[in-house]
């Protein structure tokens, strides 16, 4: 498993790590080799250029929902999110969910760009290898063959009404069935 996010190791972790090495399987001497793994090795190990995007959900509708949250997110903002979401008939099941500080690498844009993808929500998030950077908030564009939806933060939305029936009418309009 590979990740970006190696913060939350010391909280997971709390124990010695070992590392069996099994690759000197020569029939005279069947012993593996144990290494001690400190928390810094681990995360040098971990902190590798990814091959692949971590996400949740399935993407079963080729829908993005972009994040942005360092240390993963809030219960109350991933609540609210999932609350929009069944409120445009949207499951876990039918997004990919990306955390863009978790997958925050050079590779970024070739790894979006191989995952399946009609439309776009971003949550706060600036992400110049799907939009430009003036992508207006709250309008729907056209970019690439994708629809793409830019709104505030969670966070934000969730605190201010205003944003909210921003983002509402536009959720509408982009998937009306």
Known sequence: MKSENSS???HFLTEEVYVID??????KNQQSTIENVSIEKLKTELNKTPEHLTYSGLNQKEILVLINYPDGILANDRELLFKILAA????????ALINLAINNTEQQASLLAKLPCQKVISFGTACSSLFPEDTPNYQISSINNRTILKSHSIHDIA?????KKLLWAQLQ????S
């Open 22 to 27: 099994n690759s000197s399987n020569d029939n």
């Open 159 to 163: 605190a201010d009404t205003e944003k």
């Open 173 to 176: 309009k982009a998937f009306k």
């Open 8 to 10: 939350f190791l010391p």
């Open 88 to 95: 445009i008939n949207l499951t876990e099941n039918d997004i």
